[in-house]
């Protein structure tokens, strides 16, 4: 199964063509319906239907985007399933649908934070029963599987990194892999990071699951995470965790001490990256695009240090507000921002700071951190500031560390190490070298790259557009008006639900008059939307056909003069420099992931576009596998 939003278009290789071994594998999706709309269609637009092997399990049996979600609990003890407190959300679900709870509240639980014991929330108590019957299931769907992983919604996994890993593992031998974390003395494989058991591993587990499984629900009464559960059937089953890392990491990159050492004394930023947890679907998407043009350069397989350096990196400043950089030594806590900088470059190994209230914390480690914008006037406001020479000097003293042979291994059980993977090392790389046209070179005062402004981008579009209105009207013949009407239509579907996604909330946020902009925009958008509904698939000998074309344009240029010459330079004048260009690169990432139909009872404002978009954007692109479009400028889809 693919999706044409995996297949690149002219110039692009396809994606799914660089995973070698992708048969041998049974992807696991565990989800809850709460989260379904949010976290599930990242994964579904990007690698996931490049394999024949996966299942997709929930709480709620449904369909979804032409994807169908199995039930994960409904083989649970029918009693339990009836009549025990854990189940009662379960129950609602299954008598009202996802709608048994508002969309308040799903996403109030998606977002709660974790605690010592979990998330204490309805889907929470739900998500640990599981584990065992999903891999019960996934075993039963194709037991022929070599390797099993276990992903979430929130999961980014370096299919290609991952997939030469496992190829030089016996998956005929008992393996449970993860990224270890313990409860008390006991270990189990960290959810977040990928759960990978091999085939005769998921035998013994599924065997032990199904003749033990009274033991095991009295187990997840009593227990609160259901990959400690996991582990525990294993441990039961003679199969021991083989703990990996850094290979598989728990957390996103920007969050990453990469000056971590492993047990082999090297640094984090030297090892090939093969998964990363808490991953927003913004971030899943730009880590996609990363991973698709690293793979199509011919560089090896990434490092956590080369996502460092080209998707964190790039975002660190002097300073950033409503900003947690993850600093924590204490310094005073009563500074100005100006002061707390003042004694990090005093202190010689400081790398970054923040100030908190007016309490000042520094770090010799450098990290990005996340946006930490007060819910409410009382909540306290986070801003946080880099030394950026001495980063840059990090940098530099990481890829120094950087070169020889660095081995990953695996234990099996009760055998030794009998299994390696040689992660080669490179040389220290150019900074200067460019991943994308859109982040600038490091350290190159005189070949940096320019990044667009949002304008620049909306204009670029503009002029596309014309472009493809002129073409039809000159194509000789009507197979060439139907490529460039095709060109045409998917050209400013892309742009126009790019604009009501990103540019349109700037208004709305950043211009004094930015709701009644937006609205009066939305409102041409909409009557656009009409006419190229009714042209998109209208035949070129149809009589009417140059007509349509022409109403269509007529409306669409005036909105666009009128776009030019009033709105943009003033939202340019709201912006910075780096703001413009940070939603100019928004812009272009999120013109990849939408419908290329006009839609036009769809929903034209966040978060209901997004979901709708995100739902629509697949079964676009697979009918345009079947359309044509003229060979110069065929569409390049993700």
């Not at 980014?156 to 313990?182: C, E, H």
């Not at 927003?280 to 240090?305: A, V």
């Not at 530099?396 to 081995?407: D, L, N, R």
């Not at 209208?538 to 009417?544: F, I, L, R, S, Y």
Request: net charge negative; with cysteine.
């Amino acid at each position: 199964m693919t999706i044409p939003s995996l297949l690149g278009g002219k110039g692009h290789q396809d994606p799914c063509a660089s995973l070698e071994g992708i048969e041998d594998i049974f992807v696991i999706i565990r989800t809850g319906s709460n989260e379904v709309q949010q976290k599930l269609p990242p994964l579904l637009n990007t690698t996931v239907p490049c394999f024949p092997h996966y299942g997709i399990w929930s709480d709620l049996e449904e369909e979804f985007a032409g994807f169908h979600i199995g039930n994960a609990l409904d083989e649970i003890e029918p009693s339990l399933l009836e009549e025990h407190s854990d189940f009662e959300y379960y129950r609602h679900l299954q008598e009202h649908g996802r709608n048994a709870s508002s969309s308040e509240e799903a996403a109030s639980w998606t977002n709660a934070p974790n605690t010592g014991f979990g998330r204490d929330t309805p889907a929470w108590k739900l998500d640990k029963w599981k584990f065992l019957p999903v891999a019960k299931k996934a075993y039963r769907q194709n037991p022929a599987s070599k390797w099993y992983v276990f992903v979430e919604g929130d999961t980014y996994v370096f299919w290609t990194s991952l997939l030469a890993w496992l190829s030089k593992i016996d998956a005929s031998r008992p393996y449970y892999i993860g990224r270890q974390m313990n409860i008390g003395d006991s270990a189990f494989a960290y959810g977040g990071a990928g759960i990978i058991i091999s085939n005769a591993a998921m035998e013994q587990l599924v065997e032990r699951y199904t003749t033990n499984t009274e033991t095991y629900n009295d187990l997840t009464i009593n227990q609160w995470a259901g990959d400690f559960i996991l582990a525990q059937a294993m441990n039961d089953a003679g199969i021991k965790l083989s703990p990996v890392w850094p290979t598989l990491e728990g957390e996103m990159p920007s969050a990453l001490n990469m000056e971590s050492i492993s047990t082999q004394g090297h640094h984090l930023w030297c090892y090939n990256a093969a998964t990363y947890h808490h991953m927003t679907p913004e971030d899943i998407y730009s880590y996609y695009e990363f991973d698709r043009e690293w793979n199509s350069q011919d560089q090896g397989l990434p490092r956590h240090g080369d996502l460092f350096r080209n998707m964190v990196f790039p975002q660190i400043k002097e300073q950033i507000l409503d900003w947690d950089n993850l600093s924590d030594d204490v310094r005073d806590e009563k500074s100005s921002f100006a002061e707390c900088r003042v004694m990090c470059e005093d202190q010689a190994d400081c790398v970054q700071f923040s100030l908190t209230a007016g309490t000042c914390k520094t770090s010799k480690a450098v990290k990005l951190g996340k946006q930490k914008i007060p819910a409410k006037e009382s909540d306290e406001r986070v801003d946080s500031g880099w030394i950026l020479g001495r980063v840059g000097s990090f940098m530099e003293a990481m890829e120094a560390s950087s070169t020889g042979q660095y081995v990953q291994r695996i234990r099996v059980s009760g055998s030794g190490y009998q299994a390696m993977f040689k992660t080669s090392i490179r040389s220290a790389p150019s900074f200067a070298r460019k991943i994308y046209n859109t982040i600038p070179q490091l350290f190159s005062a005189t070949t940096v790259v320019t990044m667009a402004k949002i304008s620049d981008s909306i204009m670029h579009d503009h002029k596309e557009l014309e472009q493809f209105y002129n073409n039809i009207k000159n194509a000789k013949s009507n197979d060439e008006k139907t490529q460039w009407r095709n060109q045409f239509t998917w050209e400013l579907a892309r742009h126009s639900v790019g604009e009501e996604l990103v540019v349109y909330p700037a208004f709305e946020k950043l211009l004094p008059n930015g709701k009644e902009m937006a609205d009066k925009d939305r409102k041409e958008h909409s009557s656009i939307k009409e006419h190229l509904f009714k042209f998109q698939d209208m035949k070129p000998e149809d009589p009417n056909f140059s007509k349509t074309l022409e109403t269509l344009w007529t409306n669409l240029s005036a909105h666009i003069k009128e776009e030019e010459r009033e709105d943009l330079p003033t939202l340019e004048k709201a912006l910075d420099e780096n703001d413009s260009e940070k939603m100019s690169k928004s812009f272009g990432r999120t013109k990849m992931f939408i419908p290329t139909r006009s839609h036009p009872s769809a929903p034209d404002k966040p978060p209901f576009e997004t979901v709708v978009g995100l739902l629509t954007a697949p079964m676009d692109h697979l009918r345009d596998m079947f359309r044509k479009f003229p060979e110069d400028t065929k569409s390049q889809l993700p």
